[in-house]
């Protein structure tokens, strides 16, 4: 072999040293490239994921939180439609009261109208029904409240009364109906803790 092939296989075997060395660093660095890049994949998932479960978690907080709320509308109106029905019933029961039970009851009304008004002379109105009942016992409601009673036209009222001067200027309103008004709050409260403790 002659110097110049022996220098030529010199460069050949660098060469192949050379590209040998140049494969061997473009592997590694490839595979630090799929490594890295196999990390932030894994990353990502890990992110995608633990964001995907904290959605799930406002989701199904979300969910449980409309049901509750849908549940406590429905027991609300449930109770309102109960109570409701009770006010009805108790409307129904004060219009129908018994003539002497009736009669007592207008009694301490008037009273209580009298008594806020200050007057020796009064005028009654009410439905039909109770000015006849306080007519036929005209004198006996006139000596019980403590004042003279003037009778006033029929209104529309499931009863009670509304108490005035005689000229209707000044004057107590005593309805059922107004009575009920003023104590719905109450009345209702009442009503609850009865039916629902």
């Given at each position: ?23 061997n ?20 998932a ?73 007057l ?36 529309d ?41």
């Amino acid at each position: 072999m002659s110097g110049a092939e022996g220098i030529i296989q010199e460069i050949h075997r660098e060469a192949e040293q050379k590209v040998q060395y140049i494969l061997n660093e473009a592997r590694e660095q490839a595979e630090e490239i799929k490594e890295e890049a196999r990390k932030k994949a894994e990353a990502q998932a890990e992110w995608i994921l633990r964001k995907a479960r904290t959605q799930a978690e406002i989701e199904k907080q979300r969910i449980i939180a409309n049901a509750k709320l849908e549940v406590r509308k429905k027991r609300l109106a449930v109770q309102e439609d109960l109570i409701k029905e009770v006010l009805s019933a108790l409307r129904e029961r004060l219009s129908s009261l018994p003539d002497e039970e009736y009669f007592e009851t207008l009694v301490k009304l008037a009273r209580e109208g009298v008594e806020e008004l200050g007057l020796q002379k009064i005028m009654v109105s009410s439905n039909k029904r109770t000015l006849e009942l306080i007519s036929s016992r005209l004198e006996e409601f006139s000596s019980k409240i403590g004042a003279e009673v003037i009778l006033g036209k029929p209104m529309d009222t499931i009863g009670g009364i509304v108490v005035s001067d005689p000229e209707g200027k000044v004057r107590v309103d005593n309805t059922f109906e107004s009575r009920m008004e003023k104590m719905e709050n109450e009345l209702r409260a009442e009503i609850a803790k009865a039916l629902f403790g």
